[in-house]
């Protein structure tokens, strides 16, 4: 049974602050991992990443995937109160259609 | 610019009610998926349609019926609703295996 595992479930952090969010997976046949941030309704894409090693970056976020120890980093630096959301993490297959989600990470932002 | 529009965004039913939820996307994307949120589980994925007229079933499928009427629109049908189906529902739509999926604004769903 394919798993991803998302840690910590919640954090707590003062504006300012860095931030590393942690997905692991045990997948049959990966393909890709996905970054979403949910905010109050719908997951807004943040990331695909494919190829390990190499890191996707926008503005403070940044994320990388290590395709050896099956595992994806998430970070977001100078934390912002609008950083505060519920990040998502899934995985594709090449075997299948469907988007694996992670229970998510739960950040609060403090000013 | 419309992307996944979901209908209803609440809708509170009685326990053995049946209703329909809507889903139709604008992006021409192939894929469609049906996924239920509740707190502390994340996104569970409860039906998919991988092209129209294919349909498969997720993680939790019992309880629940899909159809995919056409390449826009993907429905989620509660034969006779259940307490344990009290979610939020999210229904999104992909172009193929190399992009990312986008979801609609999802629908509350109380069964009393």
């Known amino acids: 049974e394919d798993k991803v595992v998302q840690s910590p479930l919640s954090l707590v952090v003062h504006e300012g602050d860095t931030v590393t969010l942690n997905c692991s997976y045990e997948?049959?046949?990966?393909?890709?991992l996905l970054w979403y941030k949910q905010e109050k309704k719908a997951p807004t894409f943040l990331f695909m990443l494919?190829?390990?090693?190499i890191e996707k970056k926008s503005g403070r976020l940044s994320s990388i995937l290590d395709k050896k120890e099956l595992f994806s980093i998430l970070n977001i630096t100078a934390t912002q109160t609008g950083d505060s959301a519920i990040y998502l993490c899934?995985?594709?297959?090449?075997?299948?259609?469907?988007?694996?989600f992670g229970k998510g990470t739960s950040l609060l932002v403090t000013p | 610019n419309a992307g996944v529009t979901q209908t209803p965004k609440f809708q509170v039913l009685k326990t053995g009610q049946s209703m329909t939820l809507q889903c139709a996307q604008d992006m021409n994307h192939n894929s469609m998926y049906w996924y239920r949120q509740d707190p502390g589980m994340g996104l569970r994925l409860i039906y998919y349609s991988a092209s129209e007229g294919t349909t498969d079933k997720g993680e939790v499928p019992n309880g629940y019926n899909v159809s995919r009427l056409n390449k826009r629109e993907f429905s989620l049908r509660l034969e006779s609703a259940a307490p344990s189906q009290t979610s939020v529902y999210f229904c999104?739509?992909?172009?193929?295996?190399?992009?990312?999926?986008?979801f609609g604004q999802g629908t509350r769903l109380t069964v009393v």
């Open positions: 494919t190829s390990s090693g």
């Open positions: 999104a739509s992909r172009r193929d295996l190399n992009t990312e999926a986008f």
């Open positions: 899934a995985t594709i297959t090449n075997s299948g259609y469907a988007l694996n």
């Open positions: 997948v049959t046949n990966f393909r890709s």
